[in-house]
């Protein structure tokens, strides 16, 4: 295949959460190929991680953690693993998918290159600003509806892509303990922008974003108790999604979400959702708190960077979350530890 | 006005959902024949044609519709002097049809759209669909990846916070269209072979705080909670501008819906649109709406409403207030748009002694969104 000016620009993080890569890189091979490969081994994971041949792959485990770290308290255990990966990337894309998650078939049944369409999503425009009701305008065979305002149609950069999941869909605990068959089937052909100051949940299982741009912002900050491995044990991406988003919102810059799909399931555990109940039912609650939180989340003139934004953020949270629970305290401590992280190792 | 009498209809085995709660509204200059092809799923509802034109013409009405026809004549005897408020000579007039519905809900579509396929070849029942639409939630308080959540075969991801997941009213459905797009001239002039071929099989809601340009041609709402604010403008014979007559609604209803803390979805049902109107005519309409447009935008993104705008006739009648002081002086055209905004909630609450619109609908203090 010939190198792109993309593949030069592009990193992929694996967040290595089971030893066993074989078969998710395999599948993934025709994709991934062109690319360099950034995989980040769970530091709680014992086993040696088993690679296939021929990827131009660099693999970080915990020692190179604590020596980057050198004795910052940020936790990079579990899903958190990643962040480790866009700290240590030079590269302006990174694309990052969980491990149990293949490609997946469009409606034609053709499969679907989830990372040639996350960096289409990151390289062309996003419109915040008011919504296309045919979606994506840039899009073959779409276009801006009438009525759509001419001034608005250059768009603006997008920093986040948000793709979706077939099979088993990314719900709560509580969701999966009342409906444990339910498998997401609907291929929904669309990308679209999500509208200046609308909030979403940013699922961390198939992402792709500008590193150069949002890197800092997103921020392995809020980590429940007893969080866990499984993905409805865990908040850090919905925390750091929000900020992403408002960080986004406020630099005037766009978030997509909707195509690529991936294929979820190897792996997962549909199953046993009510042994999580019990760790994630925290995290539902927190939510509580977590969005009137951002959605008053307001930032100065003088935050021009993402790292500005998230130290604001990290103040923020500090005056008006701390006070409720702990985990927010940390946040806001690891968010700054991040951001001075960042500083030294990440640009 | 011309009424017909219904006759039973065996073909149509399925329930007619809301069949006496709904009307079908229908602007029509030349003919109803595309009514043949939505048979099997507009027969057993009352449909409310309004003619555009010469009103000495006959519109045919295939055989078997229960309906009532308007023509201007009509609209002159029954509106008096308010008449004025309805436009002539252009596809806005159908919100009279609006205003002397006496039904709960409101579904209208244009004279060139015919049921379009889904992708398995199945015709799709756009009116069932938009009847799901507008009897189930919406969540535009925080945006859910996995489309509507309602939906069968979907739920809120993992994140969506619990509080939210009751979600709110639906005031608006807004359905899409395949083949011909609803594209501005310049669009069309540039693109003039485009169809749209794309089935995004999803509903969604528009979140608070977002502007979308709303198309007449495939559109239901609940008139009860936002009726009033469905006026399709001075639009047409006399006017500056035309095809901006549904732009205009959409943008007034979406501001009143965000203030009153009611939800608007887009997305399903598609319709399949067949006529491509001419480019050049478009754009002679079109042509001042594309200056103003930059203007409107910022007017209604930026537009208050008081607290003590409870009601969706006080909120639209506080709209006019602030179109006039704000867009008076782009063009003394809203200074008319204005007044004739005035005349038609005027006429609404003539037409529409007993309801109070909007009094069934949460109300929540305007621009703050709700996180619990």
Same mark, same amino acid.
């Given at each position: ?22 078969? %998710? ?5 025709? %994709? ?36 980057? *770290? ?16 866009? *700290? ?42 008011? %919504?296309?009701? *045919?979606?994506?305008?840039? @899009? ?42 339910? @498998? ?12 200046? @100051? ?65 294929? @979820? ?27 009137? %939180? ?46 001075? *992280? ?6 | ?25 229908? =602007? ?90 889904? =992708? ?8 069932? #669909? ?9 969540? =535009? ?12 075969? !979907? ?13 709110? #009213? ?68 006399? #006017? ?72 969706? #006739? ?10 006039? !002081? ?26 529409? =002694? ?19």
């Amino acid at each position: 295949m010939s190198l792109k000016l993309e593949d030069n620009e592009v990193d992929i993080v694996v967040a290595a959460l089971r030893p066993n890569l074989n078969t %998710f890189l395999e599948e993934w091979r025709s %994709f991934f190929s062109n690319f360099h490969l950034i995989i980040v081994k769970d530091p709680n994971l014992e086993e040696d991680l088993q690679i296939p041949p021929g990827f131009d792959h660099q693999v970080y485990t915990k020692s190179d953690m604590d020596r980057v *770290l050198n004795g910052a308290s940020i936790n990079f255990s579990g899903h958190s693993c990643r962040y480790f990966g866009y *700290l240590i990337s030079r590269k302006k894309y990174i694309i990052s998918i969980d491990d149990d998650c293949l490609p997946a078939r469009d409606n034609s049944g053709v499969i679907v290159d989830a990372v040639a369409q996350h960096i289409s999503n990151l390289q062309t425009p996003a419109t915040p600003f008011f %919504f296309n009701t *045919l979606y994506d305008p840039y @899009r073959q065979g779409a276009d801006f509806v009438r009525g759509y305002p001419f001034s608005l149609r250059d768009g603006v950069e997008c920093l986040l892509s948000c793709g979706l999941w077939l099979n088993i869909a990314d719900y709560d605990a509580p969701t999966q303990i009342v409906k444990p068959h339910e @498998r997401n089937t609907r291929y929904v052909d669309a990308v679209m922008t999500v509208p200046l @100051r609308a909030m979403m949940p940013l699922s961390g299982i198939n992402i792709g974003f500008n590193r150069e741009v949002l890197g800092p912002a997103l921020v392995p900050g809020l980590r429940l108790d007893g969080e866990g491995k499984r993905r409805w044990e865990t908040i850090e991406d919905i925390w750091s999604g929000m900020c992403a988003k408002v960080i986004c919102d406020h630099l005037g810059c766009g978030v997509k979400s909707g195509l690529p799909y991936v294929w @979820r399931g190897v792996g997962s555990d549909a199953d046993n959702a009510m042994d999580s109940l019990k760790k994630e039912w925290e995290g539902v609650k927190l939510m509580e708190e977590v969005v009137p %939180f951002f959605q008053s989340v307001k930032f100065p003139k003088t935050a021009v960077t993402a790292a500005d934004c998230v130290i604001e953020i990290s103040r923020m949270a500090r005056e008006n979350l701390a006070s409720l629970n702990p985990v927010y305290a940390q946040a806001a401590d690891t968010m700054e530890a991040w951001v001075d *992280l960042w500083k030294v190792a990440g640009s | 006005m011309v009424s017909g009498s219904s006759l039973t209809s065996t073909s149509t085995p399925s329930i007619s959902l809301l069949k006496d709660e709904l009307d079908i509204v229908i =602007p029509t200059i030349r003919n109803l024949d595309f009514l043949e092809m939505w048979r099997p799923f507009f027969q057993p509802y009352h449909l409310i044609i309004v003619q555009d034109g010469d009103p000495s013409k006959t519109i045919r009405v295939p055989d078997g519709f229960d309906y009532k026809l308007y023509n201007r004549n009509d609209i002159n005897r029954i509106l008096g002097p308010k008449a004025a408020c309805i436009s002539f000579k252009d596809s806005a007039c159908r919100c009279f049809g609006y205003l002397i519905s006496k039904k709960k809900y409101i579904f209208t579509i244009d004279d060139d759209c015919f049921v379009a396929k889904d =992708p398995s070849g199945k015709e799709i029942n756009a009116l069932e #669909q938009h009847i799901k639409n507008l009897l189930s939630p919406s969540t =535009p308080f925080f945006f859910n990846t996995l489309y509507d959540p309602y939906r069968e075969g !979907a739920d809120f991801v993992r994140g969506y916070p619990f509080s939210l997941r009751e979600g709110v #009213q639906t005031a608006v459905s807004h359905g899409l269209w395949l083949n011909i797009p609803d594209y501005d001239a310049p669009t069309q002039l540039v693109k003039p072979l485009e169809r749209n071929k794309r089935y995004v099989d999803a509903v969604l809601t528009v979140p608070m705080g977002t502007l979308f340009p709303m198309c007449g041609m495939n559109l239901a709402f609940n008139r009860e909670l936002i009726g009033p604010a469905m006026y399709f403008g001075l639009m047409g014979d006399g #006017q500056p501008i035309g095809r901006y007559d549904d732009m205009w609604a959409g943008w007034c209803m979406k501001v009143i819906c965000d203030h009153l803390g009611l939800g608007v979805k887009t997305g399903l049902p598609y319709i399949w649109h067949s006529k491509a109107s001419n480019p050049f005519v478009n754009l002679k309409k079109e042509y001042k709406g594309i200056y103003w447009q930059e203007e409107l935008i910022p007017f209604f993104q930026t537009a208050v409403l008081p607290k003590e705008c409870t009601t969706v #006739q006080t909120c639209y009648l506080e709209l006019s207030k602030l179109v006039k !002081a704000k867009l008076g002086k782009v063009d003394d055209y809203f200074n008319k748009l204005a007044d004739a905004m005035v005349t038609w909630i005027e006429a609404w609450d003539e037409l529409n =002694p007993s309801e109070n619109p909007g009094s069934s609908a949460a109300v929540k203090p305007n621009g703050a969104a709700k996180g619990k």
